[in-house]
Protein backbone atom coordinates (compact mmCIF):
# COMPACT_ATOMS: atom_id res chain seq x y z
CA UNK A 1 0.00 0.00 0.00
CA UNK A 2 1.18 3.63 -0.57
CA UNK A 3 0.27 6.53 -2.88
CA UNK A 4 -0.02 5.52 -6.66
CA UNK A 5 0.00 7.39 -9.68
CA UNK A 6 -0.36 5.73 -12.62
CA UNK A 7 -2.69 3.93 -14.70
CA UNK A 8 -5.33 1.47 -12.45
CA UNK A 9 -7.67 -1.21 -14.41
CA UNK A 10 -9.91 -2.71 -11.91
CA UNK A 11 -12.87 -5.29 -12.39
CA UNK A 12 -15.87 -4.41 -9.81
CA UNK A 13 -18.81 -7.11 -9.20
CA UNK A 14 -21.02 -7.84 -6.90
CA UNK A 15 -23.84 -9.93 -6.59
CA UNK A 16 -26.66 -8.41 -4.24
CA UNK A 17 -29.88 -9.54 -3.06
CA UNK A 18 -31.98 -6.35 -2.32
CA UNK A 19 -35.04 -5.50 -0.36
CA UNK A 20 -36.72 -2.61 -1.38
CA UNK A 21 -39.22 -1.05 1.15
CA UNK A 22 -41.19 1.76 -1.02
CA UNK A 23 -43.67 3.83 -0.70
CA UNK A 24 -45.59 4.38 -3.99
CA UNK A 25 -47.78 7.39 -5.71
CA UNK A 26 -50.28 7.11 -8.33
CA UNK A 27 -49.45 10.59 -10.22
CA UNK A 28 -52.10 9.64 -12.41
CA UNK A 29 -53.81 6.19 -14.06
CA UNK A 30 -51.26 5.87 -16.25
CA UNK A 31 -48.39 7.08 -14.38
CA UNK A 32 -46.75 5.75 -10.49
CA UNK A 33 -43.79 7.02 -9.12
CA UNK A 34 -42.00 5.24 -5.70
CA UNK A 35 -38.99 6.43 -3.11
CA UNK A 36 -37.90 4.49 0.13
CA UNK A 37 -35.00 2.62 1.72
CA UNK A 38 -33.54 -0.13 0.70
CA UNK A 39 -31.12 -3.16 2.27
CA UNK A 40 -29.61 -5.59 0.13
CA UNK A 41 -27.19 -8.13 0.79
CA UNK A 42 -23.84 -9.24 -1.22
CA UNK A 43 -24.12 -13.31 -2.33
CA UNK A 44 -20.78 -12.90 -4.17
CA UNK A 45 -17.91 -10.17 -4.20
CA UNK A 46 -14.69 -9.40 -6.68
CA UNK A 47 -13.15 -6.10 -6.29
CA UNK A 48 -9.42 -6.69 -8.56
CA UNK A 49 -7.18 -5.33 -10.95
CA UNK A 50 -3.98 -3.89 -11.64
CA UNK A 51 -1.70 -0.96 -11.86
CA UNK A 52 0.72 -0.06 -14.63
CA UNK A 53 2.59 2.79 -16.28
CA UNK A 54 3.46 4.78 -12.56
CA UNK A 55 4.77 4.45 -9.66
CA UNK A 56 3.84 3.73 -6.30
CA UNK A 57 5.15 5.84 -2.66
CA UNK A 58 5.48 3.79 -0.01
CA UNK A 59 3.77 4.86 3.34
CA UNK A 60 3.89 8.61 2.74
CA UNK A 61 4.06 10.79 -0.33
CA UNK A 62 7.83 11.61 -0.06
CA UNK A 63 8.44 7.62 0.60
CA UNK A 64 10.34 5.01 -1.35
CA UNK A 65 9.53 5.21 -5.05
CA UNK A 66 8.56 1.79 -6.87
CA UNK A 67 8.85 3.00 -10.24
CA UNK A 68 6.01 0.63 -13.16
CA UNK A 69 7.10 0.81 -16.38
CA UNK A 70 6.60 -1.10 -19.85
CA UNK A 71 5.16 -4.40 -18.99
CA UNK A 72 5.40 -4.19 -15.22
CA UNK A 73 1.54 -4.39 -13.60
CA UNK A 74 0.99 -5.05 -9.67
CA UNK A 75 -2.25 -6.99 -9.02
CA UNK A 76 -4.69 -6.59 -6.43
CA UNK A 77 -7.55 -8.46 -4.89
CA UNK A 78 -9.47 -6.33 -2.43
CA UNK A 79 -12.37 -8.95 -2.49
CA UNK A 80 -12.68 -9.79 0.98
CA UNK A 81 -12.43 -6.61 2.15
CA UNK A 82 -16.22 -5.76 0.78
CA UNK A 83 -19.71 -5.38 2.19
CA UNK A 84 -21.61 -8.34 2.91
CA UNK A 85 -24.57 -5.42 4.14
CA UNK A 86 -25.48 -2.71 2.00
CA UNK A 87 -28.47 0.04 2.01
CA UNK A 88 -29.11 3.10 0.32
CA UNK A 89 -32.82 4.87 -1.61
CA UNK A 90 -34.48 3.88 -4.48
CA UNK A 91 -36.49 6.61 -6.12
CA UNK A 92 -38.89 4.74 -9.43
CA UNK A 93 -41.26 5.92 -11.88
CA UNK A 94 -43.96 3.93 -13.39
CA UNK A 95 -45.84 4.29 -17.03
CA UNK A 96 -48.65 1.98 -18.73
CA UNK A 97 -47.76 3.36 -22.32
CA UNK A 98 -50.63 1.58 -23.94
CA UNK A 99 -52.80 -0.97 -22.58
CA UNK A 100 -50.66 -3.76 -22.05
CA UNK A 101 -47.47 -2.16 -22.21
CA UNK A 102 -45.73 -0.88 -18.66
CA UNK A 103 -42.01 0.99 -18.97
CA UNK A 104 -40.29 1.26 -15.99
CA UNK A 105 -37.19 3.04 -14.16
CA UNK A 106 -35.53 2.72 -10.93
CA UNK A 107 -32.66 4.36 -9.64
CA UNK A 108 -30.84 2.93 -6.65
CA UNK A 109 -28.30 5.04 -4.99
CA UNK A 110 -26.00 3.42 -2.43
CA UNK A 111 -25.11 5.02 0.99
CA UNK A 112 -22.91 3.30 2.25
CA UNK A 113 -19.31 2.56 1.15
CA UNK A 114 -18.80 -0.86 -0.38
CA UNK A 115 -15.52 -1.35 1.63
CA UNK A 116 -15.86 -2.12 5.48
CA UNK A 117 -14.57 1.19 7.46
CA UNK A 118 -11.44 -0.96 8.93
CA UNK A 119 -9.68 -1.04 5.30
CA UNK A 120 -7.58 1.47 4.35
CA UNK A 121 -5.82 0.96 1.26
CA UNK A 122 -8.32 3.08 -1.08
CA UNK A 123 -9.06 5.71 1.20
CA UNK A 124 -11.88 7.46 -0.70
CA UNK A 125 -15.49 6.12 0.00
CA UNK A 126 -16.95 4.40 -2.67
CA UNK A 127 -21.06 3.97 -3.38
CA UNK A 128 -22.74 1.74 -5.40
CA UNK A 129 -24.78 3.74 -7.98
CA UNK A 130 -27.79 1.18 -10.23
CA UNK A 131 -30.10 2.28 -13.02
CA UNK A 132 -32.54 -0.32 -14.15
CA UNK A 133 -34.82 0.79 -17.25
CA UNK A 134 -37.56 -1.86 -18.09
CA UNK A 135 -40.51 -2.86 -19.55
CA UNK A 136 -43.39 -4.97 -19.10
CA UNK A 137 -46.17 -7.08 -20.60
CA UNK A 138 -49.41 -6.66 -18.36
CA UNK A 139 -52.55 -9.44 -18.93
Not at 101 to 115: E, T
Amino acid sequence: SGYWTGLVNTKYRQSLFTFPVLGVYKLSPRCRISFGPYFSVAMANDFSGSVYEGYLRETDPTGDKITFEGDDKAAYDFSDNLRMIHWGVEAGFSWRAFKHLNVDAHLDWGLSNIFHSSFKTVNFDLYPIYLSVGFGYAF
